[in-house]
């Protein structure tokens, strides 16, 4: 069974999952900008639009699995509010799940639940990495592939 401390612990990680969005949140906003660039008079790069295609699109999958990981922090923190009916509010959480067609495994129990929690605040941070990269990337090569010419 898991302890109240343990709940606790899980979904003060899984907050974290907040400022992993708002950093993904800067470069799609950035990348949105940089799309937009030709629209509001900028000189476009051949290459640009790529790239922010590439961001914005490792920008959503993040914001899934940040949608995710909040959903989970507040569930665990709820749940760790009451531990002496962890194992109702448990069966009520299974129920509620069930309801909106999502299915379940009846005999999880915390410890897998959680480590799949903090697996989804792994993948999160992955695609957030990812983005990182593109952007990291763009900045390196856009002087040598403002040179090339496609098509």
Do not use: N
Not at 8 to 19: E, F, Q, S, T, V
Request: charged residues 15%; proline residues 3%.
């Amino acid at each position: 069974m898991a302890s109240e401390m343990h709940l606790r612990l899980i979904a003060a990680m899984l907050r974290r999952g907040k400022a992993l969005d708002r950093a993904s949140s800067a470069l799609s906003l950035l990348a949105l900008v940089i799309g937009l660039g030709p629209l509001l008079g900028f000189m476009a790069l051949s290459t640009g639009a790529a790239v922010c295609i590439a961001l914005l699109a490792c920008g959503l999958i993040q914001k899934y699995y940040a949608l995710r990981v909040a959903l989970d922090a507040e569930l665990l923190a709820s749940l760790a509010a009451a531990p002496e009916q962890l194992d109702r509010r448990t069966a009520e959480l299974d129920q509620a799940l069930a309801s909106l067609g999502r299915q379940i495994e009846p005999a999880r129990s915390w410890e897998q639940r959680t480590q799949g929690a903090v697996r989804l605040l792994r993948l999160q941070a992955l695609w957030l990495a990812l983005q990182l990269l593109v952007a990291l990337a763009a900045i390196v090569l856009m002087p040598w592939l403002s040179h090339i010419r496609f098509g």
